[in-house]
């Protein structure tokens, strides 16, 4: 699995464990709704900031986020 579709796939289960919209999301780290939308789906590269952000909103370690990524093609 890419990495970006593994981290859209680990932030969209952060949020919905949260009980969280997408909107009540995006609010909270103070971004905008599509760019949430888009890296839940795998269209998009986050920056390490962004991680950082996510991870604050969502009160996790960032490194949370980055779960089961890396190491594939190796």
């Known amino acids: 699995m890419r990495a970006q579709v593994q981290f859209g796939s680990n932030l969209r289960r952060w949020r919905n464990a949260a009980g969280w ?3 009540e999301l995006s609010h909270c780290a103070g971004m905008h709704l599509t760019e949430i939308s888009r890296l839940e789906n795998g269209h ?3 920056r390490l900031d962004t991680i950082v952000k996510l991870a604050d909103a969502l009160a996790i ?10 190491g594939q093609g190796r």
């Open 21 to 23: 919209s997408q909107e």
């Open 44 to 46: 998009r590269n986050p």
């Open 61 to 70: 370690p960032p490194g949370e986020l980055l779960a089961e990524i890396g």
